[in-house]
């Protein structure tokens, strides 16, 4: 990490950045009243190894059907996975879902708790998707690590790690509390579309004069 790294000024440029771009698919269904813990929680089902473009469509759709774990019920696992037509694993995922949704009914008379114990204690549940539900649904300090926050920390030098699992342990130590959830509200769509897997557009970054580029090679 560069000696003149601030965080707080890094994010503030990131988040200026990204406003022309559209938002972190869950942070946009919450903008869209999709906002319970169960909501959230599906959404962040399908969207493993999904892009934003498919899982808001995607959940958009489900919820037209289903928005309860009780209405999600009726639904046997074939209807399920067609309505998840078009995200990775729609078969997997239907059981998953209802896998969620009869212990949400049969444990917590329908109502989730709002608590990463109890959301990870749900098969096909990690903490990338409990912390993610917990930071948009309850706006609970929460730091969700996926592929960009991962990319993007490392690159920029302020975590050195391997495995996002890692990333997250260092950034839960480093970051202040208050930011937590921004990090995956303005990282996933920095990632994205600016400090990109290949070809980052370095040349125009905002926040280029903080970042020691760490295995840059080729940029735009």
Not at 20 to 31: C, R, T
């Amino acid at each position: 990490m560069k000696p003149n790294f601030d965080l707080t000024l890094v994010l503030s440029r990131v988040e200026e950045a990204i406003r022309p771009y559209p938002k972190a698919a869950m942070f946009d269904l919450f903008e869209r009243g999709y906002n319970t813990v169960f909501e959230q929680l599906i959404s962040c089902i399908i969207s493993i190894r999904t892009l934003d473009e498919t899982t808001i469509p995607v959940s958009l759709r489900l919820f037209e059907v289903a928005r309860t774990p009780e209405q999600l019920l009726k639904l046997d696992p074939a209807a399920l996975a067609e309505l998840l037509y078009g995200t990775q694993y729609p078969d997997q995922k239907a059981y998953t879902m209802l896998g969620i949704a009869k212990r949400a009914v049969e444990e917590f008379n329908g109502q989730i708790p709002a608590d990463f114990e109890t959301l990870t204690s749900f098969k096909g549940v990690g903490p990338k998707c409990a912390n993610l539900t917990l930071g948009v649904a309850t706006g609970q300090a929460a730091i969700s690590v996926d592929i960009h926050v991962h990319r993007v920390t490392n690159r920029w030098g302020y975590v050195r790690t391997g495995q996002p699992e890692q990333t997250l342990k260092v950034l839960e130590k480093h970051v202040p509390v208050a930011q937590w959830i921004d990090i995956n509200r303005l990282l996933m769509p920095f990632g994205k579309h600016i400090c990109t897997g290949t070809l980052p557009k370095c040349s125009t970054c905002p926040v280029l004069e903080y970042c020691e580029q760490v295995g840059v090679t080729r940029h735009r």
